[in-house]
C-alpha cells in the first residue's frame, strides 16, 4: 500500500452519502460529478434490506429513457472504472494522477447495522485494491454565501496529516456514517482524508452548487487531480444571486448577512491579528441577538 502521500496517484475512493452528512447536497453533488465524468459503473452494492427503513428513507418511482416506470430502492454502491466511456470531450474528462482507476462511493445514510453495513464497504474497498479513501461532507454553518464557502480538511491518521498538511478534527459529538466509514477504513490500513464544506444555513433547502465547487477545488488540491466542472460555475453564480435577491426583500435576512461578511472579512484580511480576529467574533456572537433565531445547524435554540 501507498504510503498516504500517495493520496497523489494511488488507487483512491471517494465518499459521499446523502441525508445528515449532506447539506446543500453539495458531497453527492461532487460524487455524482465524477461517477458521471469518469464514467464508472457499479461494483459492489449492500443489500438495502439489510441497512434501510423504508419508511425514513422511501424507494421511488422514475420513468427510465425506455419510457418503463421502475423503483429506485435507497442503498449505497461503490462505482469504478468500467465499460462505459467516459466524458467523450477532452475538457470535460477527470485527469492527474490516479484519475484511470478513481472509485466512487454513493449512498444514502443506513438507519441500522452501521458497523456491518461500513464493514461490508471497506471489504469492498480492500477487495478493489484502494490506497487512500476522501471522505465528502457539508454542513450548515454560519457562512455568508457572498463569500468563498470553506472546506475544513482533517484526518485521524497522523501521517496523512503530515503528508497533506491537514489537521486533526477536536469535534466532539453525535456523528454520521462517514465517521463510522473512517474509523472502519483506519482499522484495516486504508489511510483517510475527511473534507466537509460550510454551507450557509439560511438558504438550506436548496442544492449549493457553490459548495460544490468547493469540495471539488479541495480534492484537486489534496489529489492533483483535474476536475472539470461544467455548468457548476454558472449555476454557482446564479446561486448566489437567487440569494442576493432574497435577502433584497428581507431587511432582517440582509442585516444578518452584512454581519457574517463583516466576521469572515475580519477572519481573512491579512493584516488581522489574533486578538482582532477574536474581538471581531466576540462582537459579532453579542450581535446575533440582533440577528434571526437560530443556531449554526439551522435547528431552534432551546
Known amino acids: ?13 471517494v465518499v ?17 460529478l465524477l461517477v458521471e465524468r469518469l464514467g464508472l459503473v457499479e461494483k459492489a452494492a449492500v443489500d438495502p434490506e439489510l441497512y434501510f427503513d423504508y419508511q425514513f428513507t422511501r424507494p421511488t418511482i422514475a420513468l427510465g ?21 467516459a466524458a467523450d470531450d477532452d475538457d470535460e474528462r477527470v485527469s492527474g494522477p490516479g484519475a484511470e482507476a478513481l472509485h466512487v462511493l454513493i449512498g444514502a445514510e443506513p438507519a441500522r447495522s452501521w458497523k456491518g453495513f461500513a464493514a461490508e464497504l471497506i471489504d469492498a474497498a480492500l477487495a478493489a485494491d484502494i490506497e ?8 450548515l454553518a454560519d457562512a455568508p454565501h457572498t463569500r468563498p464557502l470553506s472546506v475544513f480538511a482533517s484526518s485521524e491518521n497522523p501521517d496523512v496529516r503530515s503528508a497533506l498538511g491537514v489537521e486533526r478534527s477536536n469535534y466532539e ?16 490500513g486504508i489511510p483517510t482524508v475527511s473534507l466537509w ?33 461544467g455548468s457548476l460555475e454558472v449555476d454557482a453564480k446564479a446561486w448566489e444571486a437567487g440569494v442576493d435577491a432574497l435577502a433584497s ?10 454581519q457574517l461578511e463583516q466576521a469572515r472579512d475580519a477572519v481573512d484580511a491579512p493584516e488581522a491579528s489574533g486578538e482582532a480576529i477574536a474581538q471581531e467574533f466576540e462582537r459579532y456572537l453579542r450581535r446575533r441577538g440582533d440577528g434571526p433565531e437560530g443556531r449554526a445547524d439551522g435547528r431552534p435554540t432551546p
Not at 249 to 255: F, I, L, N, Q, Y
Request: proline share 8%.
Open 173 to 188: 459529538g453525535p456523528v454520521g456514517i462517514l465517521s463510522v466509514i473512517a474509523d472502519q477504513a483506519e482499522r484495516v
Open 197 to 229: 464544506a460550510s454551507v450557509p444555513h439560511y438558504v438550506h433547502n436548496a442544492p449549493s452548487p457553490k459548495a460544490v465547487l468547493a469540495l471539488l477545488g479541495k480534492v484537486e488540491e489534496l489529489t492533483g487531480l483535474s476536475i472539470p466542472r
Open 16 to 32: 459521499a452519502f446523502e441525508g445528515w452528512n449532506d447539506a446543500g447536497e453539495a458531497a453527492t453533488g461532487a460524487a455524482k
Open 249 to 258: 426583500e428581507d431587511d432582517e435576512m440582509a442585516g444578518y448577512i452584512a
Open 65 to 85: 429513457d425506455d419510457g418503463v416506470r421502475r423503483l429506485e430502492w435507497p442503498g449505497a454502491a461503490i462505482m469504478g472504472p468500467g465499460e462505459l466511456p
Open 1 to 13: 500500500m501507498n504510503q498516504p502521500a500517495g493520496f497523489e496517484g494511488g488507487r483512491l475512493l
Open 132 to 139: 487512500g479513501i476522501v471522505l465528502l461532507g457539508a454542513m
